[in-house]
Structure formats: structure tokens, C-alpha cells
């Protein structure tokens, strides 16, 4: 395993503790996390797992233009408020859903 | 042990003095010899008894203490019951030096706990030393239960993983609500009233106490909460999965949950995204029901004819009844034939004692009140809860106590063997000892119906023994048994117990009957698995029993009293042992090796000797 897949590793596992914790990302982090709108949720099949990932339009995404209609990596936490999502990669505020 | 752990636990020793003028001694005594000067003589010569004076000169001492270890006794001397401040500092940089130390410092940490205490002003008094020696051994129970939690905390499967395996909605909730109880027991929480049977009223209920379960601040509650939110789930609405399911799948991908059972777990978890995806949106059962009932399917096989049969379940009385069974006392609750008559030949005399099992319908012994057992075990064994935990992982309340193959690890006396009885004795299964050090062949299966004095195979005589159709076989030190020759070997006969299924249908070859043994449970003791062949290891679960600890010791040995005095009514009378007495044996036992039975002995010699020394009027 790479150096940086390993503190991705790493990194993931101390959000997914903090938010067993009851935390959630702090406002500034949410200020700086892409943020998607009109999202809805997709589960998706990976051979025999599945994966839940989320479908929307994003912003501030630091490799997408605004206002692309993206779906994210798999979801590792969904926030029971739907204030926010963790995936493998980032993390994402989430805007009003669809529907 | 290190020089600087030696010094630290000098140090300790201080800490636990119980006076200030003989701890004040202590210190001189040290500070003598290392550092050249007579702090007693001192301080005598000062002739102060002004007790601000005499802190300033101690404090002096401090300064001039080279070693920070006897300076950071001399700053305690120097201490004043109104500085507050100088008392937080002092202890907490003790409590560090404490805590890095190779050894057991509790004693003295539960001390500074009191000094702490008098800094806050809980209580008065000029002499910490005599404070904390009337006041540490509260504080000792507490250290004893946080570290308890600590363990608690990180062992085992986390309880929204466990929720996987539920068969039943209600049978979920039921064992959710218990093994809430047991875990937030010390943080003051209640589980809601779950009578409300309205599902909109129900769900808003299990949102708010998942709330503050999340709340709690640690990841254990959170895993809680999660198996909380797990009942919100509804296949109707498969957007209820969508906030519960991601977390999950995380939860077990990281969980510590051996081979066999992740599977299961996993093709559960399955049928529970496929209900997200809106599979099932038209049923009227829970998903934990149809997680049940998928699993159980088998897609691989097509042509009926091929289709295994299915494994066997507990069968209920009055489907076919000879005219015995229908005379046989009526049995409450489930029950299973484990010699079908159809599948039988007949007994020779030799077998006499089995005939009467033929088609009889033996009962299965039920598991009640789980959490109440657990709940005994772990105040009888403080230094195994993990292991208990564990071992009792398969029982649900209400159903049949059936095991999967457990192989007890741990150093001779950790108490495993004793583990098994007293689980045995609160569940009510019957244990049939086996003791594999004196068995060299496969004899473990039964012997073939042509020798004279054939015999069937443990598990078969443990049922006849018991009158029950899941007996547990304890297998004691499995890692002793020799042989692997012509003759087999325990190992090898073993295997084909193991399984579930295969059990179901074993031939036995002294009966020459087709027995279904799939109730009943293994459980094997060893000092050391790394000698057993590995597709032995592979079906059964191994169990850490860890040595017991100085932590352990109080309850422990109150748990030796209360065995004494059920086996000795003279004994029963006896009076609880002091604190010197405990630290008495604490010290033998750990020169003993922290063995249970070494434990017993010491605690045996220690009343004799209090009785002996007794005043007699």
C-alpha cells in the first residue's frame, strides 16, 4: 500500500470515529467541502457488494466545474440530518435533495 | 525493571504511606543517600512548628533534591490543603510519572485521586497521607470499573454488526434493548418504552435515543445508535435504509469478526441493500425476516432432486408419535429426535442404554434471561469479560442453547475450564467432560459395532448421559491429545462434529444409526493452539482467556470467599478480607503467577491463618 492511499486510510478512519462520536465537520470544513445540490441517493452494485453513492449537482468541487451533474466514490457515512456525506474521497455538504 | 520504573515505584510506595511524619521519613531517609543532606534533622533544627514555615523549608528540600523523582515527593510533603492550584500540579504531573511506570502503581493513583478530591474541597483534614489511606479503596473500585469500560469499549463485535445476525424484528429489539442496558449502564442513560405500537410514533422514539446515544461522544454509543437506527429500517421505504446502510457496510468491513461468520454477515448485509434498492417494497415482514429467510436459499441448485436437504430445524412434539412418546410426559418448549428410529438398526445388548432414545423427542435446554447470565459471569470473572462476551455471543433469550465450536485459549489456572462449567451451570446445559491428554486415538468418534465392547461416540454418549439434545462437550487441554496413527486421531474425529450440518446426519458405527448431534456444542480448552492443525483451528472460534490481573483481585478473591463457604458452612460466616489481607495475597499471587487455583489456595491459607491467630474467649 502506498504512502498517501495509507493516510487516506488513516484519515478515513478517524472521521468515521469521530462521527460515531456524534461529531459532525466543523463549519469552516463545511465551508470548504464541495457541496452538492438536488442530490439523490443510488445504490450501486460492485460484483457481488454493493455501494451506496450519491448523484447531484456539485460545487466547489476542486476538480469539477460548478454546476456539473456528478456522482461521487462510495459513500462510507450518510448523515441521518442529511447535512453532510462522507465518501472514500471527500467529504460533501449537502444541499436540499431532490424530490 | 528499569532503574527510572524502580525509582517510580519507590515513589508509589510513598504515595501509599499513611501517615505524612512517617512518609516525611521516608523521604529524608532517600534524600540521605542521595543527596547528602538530613532533611529530618533539618527541619528539627528549624524548630518551627508554624505549619506555613515548615512548608517553605520542605519546599526547600525540593529545590535541592538533584533526582526529579525524590523532588516530586518533596513538592507533595510541601503541599497545603488551600492551594488548590499547587495540589492540581503537583498530582497531575505524579499521576504521569504513575502511569508511565512498568508496574502496579494503582494503589497510588487511587490515593492521588483523594488528593485531588481535597483540592476541590470534598474533604478537610491537614494530612493528605491520612485522607487518602482512610478514603482510596472507594476510589480503587472506581479506577477498577473505568478500565472495565475501557475494555468493554474495545472488544468485541460492535453491536450494529451484531444486529445483522437477528432473525426477527422483535427478536432484535429485544436483545438490542438488554445489550444497551449493559453497556450505558454507567453513563446514566435509560432505553426508551418501546410499548407504543404505532411505527410513526415508534421511529421518532428511536430517532431521539439514537440522538443521544450520538451525543454520548464515544464510538461505542455511536455503534449503538447506528444498531438503533437499524430497526427504523422499513423495506417499504427504502429511503429508511439510505442514512443506516453506508455506515454499516464500513462498520463491518472494519469489524474484527472471524472468516466464517463475515460471511454470513455479508450475505445478509446483502439482502439489506437490496431492500434499499426497493426489492421488497410490497412486504409486510421486516428485513431482518427477509435476511432470514434468503440466506436460508440456496441459488445455486436448481433440479429439486439435487437440493440438499434442508438443515435440520427444531422440530415440536405430534408430528409422528409412537405410542411411548405420545405416554411420555408432556415436554414444554422445543424439542428434537436425535436417534430416528427409521434410520436405526437394531441395538445389541451392549447398547441397552440407548434404546430407549430411539424416536424419543429429547428436550433442547432454552436460554433465559442472557443478559442476566452475562451479567453473573463478568462479576465472577472481572478479567475475562471479553471472552465471555464472546462465548456467550450465540445465545439469544428464548431459544435453544446451542454453541459454535469455541476453543478456549489461555495459561494453565486462567480459570477456562471453569468458564465453561459455570456457563454450563447458569444456562443449564449438561457439560460431558472429555479429557483429550489421555486420548490417543480417534475413540472420540465411537468404536465399529463389531468389537465386543463397542462403544458410540462422545457426543452420542453426552446425550444419553444428559436426557437433552444439546449437551455441551468440553474437550479439556485439546492440545495434549497424542496420536495420528493407524488408530486416528481425537483431531481428525473431531472434524466431523463441527459442522453443523454434517452433525445433523452423522452415522454413528457402534449404533449404526444415523444420529443428529447438530445441538449439540463443543467447547475446547488449550494452553496453546499453535500445535493444532489448522482445519481444526479454521471451524472453531478462538477465545483469548487472558491471566487475571492485581486489578482483578478484590473481586476475585470475594468471589474464592463465597466459593469457600458453599462448600464449607463453617466458612460461611467468615468476614470479609481487610485491605492488608488483600494486599497480603496480592503480593503471593503475583509471586504465584496470577493463577485462579494458586488464587483459591492463597486465600484458603490466609483465612486458616486468621482463624488461627483468632482471639479465642
Known amino acids: ?99 | 525493571m528499569s532503574d527510572v520504573d524502580a525509582r517510580i515505584l519507590w515513589l508509589a510506595g510513598v504515595i501509599c504511606i499513611p501517615t505524612w511524619r512517617a512518609a516525611f521519613r521516608a523521604a529524608s531517609d532517600r534524600t540521605l543517600r542521595l543527596a547528602g543532606f538530613d532533611a529530618f534533622v533539618e527541619l528539627q533544627a528549624a524548630g518551627t512548628i508554624h505549619i506555613g514555615e515548615q512548608s517553605r523549608i520542605v519546599f526547600g528540600f525540593a529545590d535541592r533534591a538533584n533526582d526529579p523523582i525524590l523532588r516530586a515527593a518533596w513538592q507533595m510533603l510541601a503541599l497545603h490543603p488551600d492551594d488548590g492550584m499547587g495540589i492540581h500540579a503537583v498530582v497531575a504531573g505524579v499521576n504521569g510519572l504513575l502511569c508511565s511506570a512498568d508496574g502496579d502503581t494503582s494503589g497510588a493513583r487511587a490515593r492521588l485521586r483523594i488528593w485531588d478530591d481535597v483540592a476541590r474541597g470534598k474533604y478537610t483534614g491537614g494530612d493528605f497521607f491520612e485522607l487518602a489511606e482512610l478514603y482510596w479503596r472507594g476510589e480503587m473500585h472506581h479506577m477498577v470499573a473505568a478500565e472495565e469500560d475501557e475494555t468493554r469499549a474495545s472488544s468485541g463485535i460492535p453491536a450494529c454488526v451484531a444486529m445483522l445476525e437477528h432473525n426477527r424484528w422483535d427478536a432484535a429489539l429485544a436483545w438490542l434493548i438488554g445489550e444497551t442496558d449493559r453497556q450505558v449502564a454507567g453513563l446514566g442513560i435509560k432505553t426508551p418504552n418501546m410499548r407504543e405500537r404505532d411505527r410513526e410514533t415508534l421511529a421518532a422514539t428511536i430517532s431521539e435515543f439514537a440522538d443521544l446515544l450520538f451525543a454520548q461522544g464515544r464510538p461505542w454509543t455511536g455503534e449503538l445508535a447506528l444498531a438503533w437506527q437499524m430497526l427504523t429500517c422499513d423495506p417499504k421505504r427504502p429511503p429508511s435504509f439510505t442514512a443506516v446502510l453506508p455506515q454499516l457496510q464500513y462498520a463491518l468491513d472494519h469489524s474484527d469478526v472471524r472468516d466464517e461468520e463475515a460471511c454470513n454477515l455479508r450475505e445478509r448485509i446483502r439482502i439489506w441493500w437490496r431492500a434499499a434498492e426497493g426489492e421488497w417494497t410490497d412486504s409486510v415482514v421486516s428485513v431482518f425476516r427477509i435476511a432470514d429467510v434468503e440466506t436460508q436459499r440456496d441459488p445455486d441448485v436448481d433440479d429439486p432432486d439435487l437440493q440438499p436437504t434442508p438443515p435440520p430445524r427444531w422440530t415440536s412434539i405430534g408430528v409422528i408419535m409412537s405410542v411411548d412418546q405420545a405416554l411420555a410426559p408432556e415436554i414444554d418448549g422445543p424439542t428434537l429426535v436425535v436417534m430416528p428410529g427409521r434410520k436405526a438398526t437394531k441395538l445389541n445388548n451392549f447398547q441397552a442404554a440407548y434404546k430407549d432414545l430411539v424416536d424419543a423427542a429429547l428436550p433442547l435446554v432454552v436460554a433465559r434471561d442472557v443478559a442476566g447470565i452475562r451479567a453473573a459471569m463478568h462479576l465472577e470473572f472481572p478479567h475475562a469479560v471479553t471472552a465471555i462476551d464472546l462465548l456467550l455471543r450465540d445465545l439469544r433469550d428464548g431459544q435453544p442453547a446451542v454453541f459454535k465450536p469455541v476453543i478456549l485459549v489461555g495459561s494453565p489456572g486462567a480459570g477456562k475450564s471453569r468458564v465453561v462449567r459455570r456457563m454450563a451451570d447458569l444456562t443449564r446445559v449438561v457439560v460431558y467432560r472429555f479429557d483429550a491428554s489421555s486420548s490417543t486415538d480417534g475413540h472420540f468418534g465411537g468404536t465399529s459395532k463389531g468389537w465386543g465392547n463397542t462403544e458410540p461416540s462422545v457426543p452420542m454418549r453426552a446425550v444419553a448421559q444428559s436426557r437433552t439434545a444439546n449437551p455441551v462437550v468440553l474437550v479439556d487441554e485439546i492440545e495434549k491429545s497424542a496420536g495420528g496413527g493407524a488408530s486416528g486421531s481425537l483431531w481428525s474425529s473431531l472434524l466431523a462434529f463441527l459442522d453443523r450440518e454434517t452433525a445433523g446426519r452423522y452415522r454413528d458405527q457402534s449404533l449404526d444409526a444415523e444420529v443428529n448431534l447438530s445441538a449439540v456444542s463443543y467447547v475446547a480448552t488449550a494452553n496453546d493452539v499453535t500445535r493444532l492443525p489448522a482445519p481444526l483451528r479454521d471451524r472453531c472460534r478462538i477465545i483469548k482467556v487472558p491471566d487475571p490481573g492485581l486489578q482483578h483481585l478484590p473481586q476475585l478473591a470475594a468471589q474464592v470467599m463465597r466459593d469457600l463457604a458453599i462448600e464449607d458452612e463453617a466458612r460461611s460466616g467468615d468476614v470479609p478480607l481487610a485491605g492488608d489481607e488483600l494486599a497480603v495475597i496480592g503480593k503471593a499471587w503475583a509471586k504465584a503467577g496470577f493463577s485462579m487455583r494458586k488464587l483459591q489456595k492463597i486465600v484458603t491459607a490466609t483465612l486458616d491463618a486468621r482463624d488461627n491467630y483468632a482471639q479465642r474467649h
Not at chain 1, 504512502?3 to 470515529?17: G, M, T
Not at chain 1, 457541496?35 to 450519491?54: A, I, P, Y
Open chain 1, 1 to 99: 500500500m502506498t504512502k498517501k492511499s495509507n493516510a487516506a486510510r488513516l484519515k478515513i478512519e478517524k472521521d468515521i470515529e469521530a462521527y460515531l462520536s456524534g461529531e459532525v465537520p466543523s463549519p469552516l470544513d463545511m465551508q470548504r467541502a464541495a457541496k452538492l445540490d438536488n442530490w439523490v441517493t443510488s445504490v450501486r452494485r460492485r460484483g457481488k457488494e454493493f455501494v451506496m453513492v450519491l448523484c447531484g449537482d456539485v460545487s466547489r468541487h476542486p476538480q469539477i466545474e460548478d454546476g456539473g451533474n456528478i456522482h461521487t466514490s462510495a459513500v462510507l457515512w450518510l448523515d441521518r440530518h442529511a447535512r453532510f456525506c462522507r465518501t472514500v474521497r471527500r467529504v460533501y455538504a449537502l444541499g436540499s435533495a431532490s424530490r
